[in-house]
């Protein structure tokens, strides 16, 4: 019975997600059990700081809340295995969950082991098996400093901010310093003085077809370009026209010259996201949650689930040797020798670059993103093919081009035309017609070929068939797109690409940025914030520091410095600036440049709950407060409200008329009706216009009775708003405006946080669900959440979610697992 016990006892695999483990388990067999710890499960707890700030800034982690069961689940599978492998991904933050998961089931099993791979495949797996590894010490460090760093600057910094700013806001480390680039670069806009310049073009015509269209280039020795006085203005423009029409064209030069085009590296982390934000449209967060699921494993039917890309948190371009191979038999195959150069093409991976995994890439360069498409959500299947076609094109030829420059003269002016003419596709044939061009990843798209030439000879005069003049401006530097935001952190050092997605999204949650066309403008209390940390953090809000701080971060997962030491040196200076912050920061107060309109006095920009607004400084002597816009320059623009439309409906409380109104920060779609009494009647009513556009009153849902108020005594009631969301308000209205959220039975599934779920109303009029203790803590989700927990992964939480393919269905609340209830099917 021993022996059979024995031979019984499984190796243990500990992964993050959930979906790794039906990826993992399918190849391994019976002979390994397979876990997930469902991301981290110990964190520095959320009710305070969680640091020993008199023995050199120790944390203090705790079992996140609604992980004990996970927990447990672990310790129990710990127990039972020979061996305990753990296999977070390969990464600074993976190792940091392995060591808290290594420490949580320490006295269950000693014989623990970390292993990593790049690809989930049979054979990386295995690979990774055979070369376990102690934990790294050294990784660990360094995410603890990342992790302790933040903690100190947000819990430090955030309550002064609150102080003289606006309650509920936070700091952030990498944050600010992303928030400074962007606000900097509207500061320039702003500054920004067009310069008035006229470009000219002559449609030209040799003895040999087709006519061309040439630039002007040179006007004497001296390159065109703005502010040249020559073409500064219409007058000057008009008069070199006129000296280029009397004289004559002939041909100065040609050049001829076969180019060559070789294919951009595999993606990086960086790269990746640039280009799908470019060519797809993808915020960086879309992007590395669709990577995460092809990275993870994909159902393909009968071929079950498989991995469809190695990893992609990655600064290497590298390429493993069976890799390229691979892409050199599949490129012969499918497009012929000529496209398969001799020697597999290597990539230099930059200085200072984290090359521990190879760049990303198809784990199968045979799975083609055709072969997989009825398999994938439209949006990964996009990304597939990016990232698979990238990694094709950087084995293959290059393509080939025969370029032409052609310069004429015409008396003190030099004009040029260029063509260019394909010669050979090479990498470009993978792209297909369709594809947006991305063969550099750090450029715009480019426009495809270049207008074809005519043969013609030096000397060879030309007919001039028409001459343009076009009057054109300097442009201020654009605003940042994602892609050219994560390209500026990148080569400022700012974060790791693996943090950029979360920078970019904390960003907009907090309202420091909205974005525009786009690209991303800095809201006023962005702005505001960046100018107060400047001002009293100088040395936090640098970049220079900012990015050396990830350079020492770096040293310590190299295991050239101790992490307690580099959070000693950041304290050193972070303290005394703390000090003289909170005693010298003043109140946040920008003038408007506008009058009040009530009592003549300036208005100031102020923060509330609803956003920006014009309030008077008067206050609270006047009331006053109006809606602004800014121009192209940033000057401030009060919006009137719209005239309202009176009503013939009367109110039954004072019998005044009813008037459409709107939100003051609500829509033009969203209005309401409102007594014309107000403020002294503040009844209010719902209504919605027949097809003629007449106003028909909605009757007021029945209110359901919700207990005593705590202040009057007088009964609670639930309510509808407006927007949909229900809440529990007092029936002593207006005489006592009590008012709770509506709860909804669900605790706050965040690690020591006592309260519940309740029911809200987003600006935008959504109902979505957060905790009752905000701001002190921000969770929040869209969905209703349900009583849990998980019977998968034991998160204590589950939502009620819909779609058109399953109707009403109930999903594990935690994003990284997969679990599903659904009521015609069953659990999945």
Known sequence: MVAIACRMTKDLIIVESPAKVKTIGKFLGKDYAVEASVGHVRDLPKGDMGLDEEHGYAPRYEIIKGKEDVVGRLRKAAKAAKHVYLAPDPDREGEAIGWHVAELIRTQNKNVSRIQFNEITARAVKEALENPRPINA???????????????VGYKISPILWKHVKRGISAGRV?????????????????????????LKAKLAGENPPPFRADLWKIGTKTVAPGMKDIGSAEAAGALVQNVRAGTFVVDAVEEKERSKSAPPPFTTSSLQQVANRALGYPAKKTMGAAQKLYEGVDLGERGT??????????????????????????????????APAKARVYKTKDGA?????????????????????????????????????????????????DTTVSAKNGTTLWRAKGERLLFPGFLKVQGLEAPTEADADAEPQDGQSAQLPKVAVGEALQLLDLTSEQKFTQPPPRYSEATLVKAL????????????AIISTLQDREYVAMEDKRFAPTEL??????K?????????????????????????????????????????????????????????????????????????????????????????????????????????????????ITDILCELCGKPFAVKVPRKGRASDPFLGCTGYPKCKNIKNFKRDEFGAIIVLEAPEEIPAGTCPECGKPMVIKTARRGSKFIACTGYPACKHTEPLPTGVACPQPGCTGE????????????????????????????????????????LLVEKHSKAKGDFIACGNKDCDWVKDEGEGEK
């Open 757 to 796: 779920m309740v029911e809200k109303t987003s600006r935008r009029g959504k109902v979505f669900y957060s905790c009752s203790r905000y701001p002190d803590c921000t969770f929040s989700l869209w969905d209703r959440p349900v009583p849990g927990p998980c019977p998968k992964c034991g998160f204590p």
């Open 533 to 645: 940390l400047v001002a009293h953090f100088a040395t936090l809000m640098d970049i220079g520091f900012t990015a050396g701080m990830e350079t020492k971060l770096d040293e310590i997962a190299a295991g050239g410095r101790a992490w307690e030491e580099v959070i000693e040196e950041f304290m050193a200076e972070f303290i005394p600036a703390l000090e003289k912050a909170g005693t010298e920061m003043s109140r946040a107060t920008i003038d408007s440049g506008v009058a009040c309109p009530e009592c003549g006095r300036p208005m100031h920009v102020k923060f509330g709950k609803n956003g920006e607004f014009l309030g008077c400084s008067g206050y609270p002597e006047c009331k006053a407060i109006r809606e602004f816009t800014r121009d192209e320059q940033g000057t401030i623009i009060p919006v009137d409200r719209p005239k309202e439309e």
């Open 354 to 402: 984290q090359d521990a995994h190879e760049a990303c890439r198809p784990v199968d360069v045979t799975l083609t993103p055709e072969s997989v498409k009825q398999f994938l959500p439209a949006d990964q299947f996009k990304l597939y093919q990016l990232i698979w076609r990238r990694f094709v094109a950087s084995q293959m030829s290059p393509a080939r081009f025969h």
């Open 526 to 531: 962005g702005a505001t914030v960046s100018d």
């Open 138 to 152: 050294d990784l660990v460090g360094a995410q603890q400093a990342r992790r302790v760093l933040d903690r100190l």
């Open 306 to 339: 498989v991995a469809l890309i190695t990893y992609m948190r990655t600064d290497s371009v590298r390429i493993a040797d069976e890799a390229k191979k691979a892409a050199h038999e599949f490129i012969l195959s499918a497009y012929g020798k000529d496209y």
């Open 175 to 199: 944050q600010s310093v992303a928030l400074r680039l962007i606000v900097d670069r509207e500061r320039e806009r702003r500054a920004f003085q067009p310069v008035e310049h006229w470009a």
């Open 490 to 501: 990148e080569e400022e050092g700012i974060g790791r690409p693996s943090t950029y997605a």
